[in-house]
C-alpha cells in the first residue's frame, strides 16, 4: 500500500504521455491522408453555395428595401386621402397641416434607415407640396419627372434609376399613385427620391473579384460595382449568355460557364436574381479561381497548424506528466463533503490521480442535486407569482362583472399603464408595480350600489358622490394588505387632475403620485374608447385628441407624452387587443368632449 501512490503517478506519468501524443498525432495523419482531399471538396461546394446565397440574399435585401419605401409612401398617400379635410385633393394638398406632417414623414424616414432625398404629393394636375432636403439638380430632376408620368399614366407604381459614378450611391426615383378605395382610379401620387443604400453591401462583395450588375429585363445596364470592368465587358460582349441570364425565372437561376480573359478562358460562377418590385435583374458574378483561393488558403493553414499541434501536443503532455504526479486525495474528500451536503468545504487542486473517476461521479451527483434543487426552488416561486396575479385578476374579473359595460377595463387599463411606464423609461420592477396598481385601480368599485355603476343617464349630485368614493374604499381595502400596500397610492389617487380639481383628496400637481397620473391617462383611454352606459365608444383618434388637449388641466404633460410616443409607435392599441381589447376606428360622432374627458367612471 505504500508504493501504491508512487506506482500509481509513475503510470499516470507514462500512459498520460502516450495517450496525449497518441490522439494529437494518429488523427492528423489519418487527415493529411485520406480526409483533406474530401475536405477540400467540401469547402469548394461550401463557398460555391455561400456566394449563390449571398446573391440571393442581395437581390432579396434590395427587393425588401423597394418594397418598403413603395408601402410607405402608399401608406403616406392613403393617410392624406383618408384624413378629414377637403374631398378635392387639390384643395386637400393645400391645407396648412400637410406639409407639416410631410416633413414629419421625412423626418421618420430618416429615423427608420430609409433617407429620403426629396418628397413630393401631386395631384391630376401635377400640383402639390414639394420638400427636398438639398436643391436637385436638373439631372437629379429628370428621373423623377418620368417616374411620375409613367405613374399617371399607368396607373401603376414607376421606378427611375440613376447611376452617379463610382463616388456616389446611386439612387432611385419611385413615383406610387395612390386612391381613396382600392378599385378607385388614382387621386394623388406620392412620389420619392433616394440614395439606394442595398447597393453599398455589393460594393463591399466587388474587393472580394465579385462582379455585380443590375440591368433592366431588356439589357440595360443601369449599375456596376465600377471594381471589376473587364469582367462587365465581357459580359456585355458575350450576348447569348447575357439574354439567358435576363431570360431566367423570377426565382433566380445559378450558372458555371466559361467566361474569355485575357490569360485565356476562366471558370466563372453567376447567380442570377430577379427584383420582384422593380421588374430589375441582379446579375452576382464571381472567377471560380478567386472563389477557391481561399480554401487552398485554409489547407495550408491547417496542414501548418497540424504541424505545430503536434509539437505543442508533446510539450503539453510532458508538462502534464509531471504536474499530474502529486495525489488529490484532498480533492477526492473534499469531493465527498460536497455531495454529502457540506458545502464549506475549500478544493486545494495539488495535483491529479486515478480517485479522479471518484470525483468526477460526487461531482456529478452534486451537481444533480443543486440542479434539482434549484429547479424546484423556481417552480416553487413561478407557482405562487402565478397564484398571485391569477387571484389578483380573478378578484378584479369579479368587480369589473358587475358593470357588463366595464368587463375587462381593469386589464385594459392595466396594459396601457405598463406601455406608458415603458415610454417613460421606468425600470421593469417599476412597470410591473403600477401594471398591478392599475388592474386594482377600481376595486373600490365593490362598494358602489349596481344601480349607479349602470346608470345610463347623468349621475345625480348624490350619485356621484357614491361613485368617487370608490377610490377610498378601495384604498381602504388594500391598505389591510401588507404586500399590497404600495398600490394604495394609485387606488385612491387617479381620479385626482393636475389642476387640482380632481377627487377625492384635491391634490395638484406633483403632489399626485406618478403611478396614479400614469393610470389616470390610461383609465380616461380606455372610458373614450369603449362602450359606457352614458355614452357609446369615441374613435382612437378622438380619445387622443381629448386627451392632449387636457394636458397641463386634468393630465401630467409628461406622461401625455410618453403616451402619444407609444401610441404613435402602436404599442396601445396592441397592449389593448391583447388582453381582448375593441376598436371601432371608423366610427364618427359629434362629441362630447367635456363629459367624456372629465368624469370617466
Partial sequence: MTNRPILRRLKLRHVLLVVVLLAGIIPLAISSGMLIPQSRQVLQDAERENLIRRAADLSGDIDAYLGSVRQRLTQLGTSLLLAPGSPVPAERLREEWVNAYLQSFLRQSQELGMPL??????????????????????????????????????????WRFLDRGQAQLPQVALAVPVAAAPEAPPQLVVEAFFDFQPLEALRGEAGQGVGAYLMTRDGKLLWWDYANRSMRDQLLKNTDQLQSFLAAPAAGMTQEYEMPAPGGAQEVLAQVSAVKESGWVLIVQKPLSSAFAAVDKMILNLVVASVLLVGFSFLAAFVAAQWVSKPIQRLTETAHEIAAGQFGGKVDLEGLSFEFADLADDFNQMSGHIGRYVQQLRHAAQVNRDLFIGSLRAFVAAIDAKDPYTRGHSERVAAVSKVIARALGLPEDVQHKIWIGALLHDVGKIGVEDQVLRKAGKLTDEEFEQMKAHTVIGADIMTQIEQLREMVPVIRSHHEAWNGRGYPDGLKGEQIPLHARIVGVADTFDAITTNRPYQKAYSLQFAVETITRLTGSRFDAKIVTAFLRAFEAGEVRAACEAVGGHFEDEQVRTPEPMRVAAAPR
Avoid at 131 to 147: F, G, H, I, M, N
Fill in 117 to 158: 432625398v426629396a418628397l413630393r404629393v401631386s395631384d391630376a394636375q401635377g400640383e402639390g407640396p414639394w420638400l427636398a432636403r438639398t436643391k436637385l439638380t436638373d439631372t437629379e430632376l429628370a428621373p423623377l419627372k418620368a417616374a411620375l408620368d409613367q405613374a399617371w399614366a399607368g396607373k401603376r407604381p414607376a
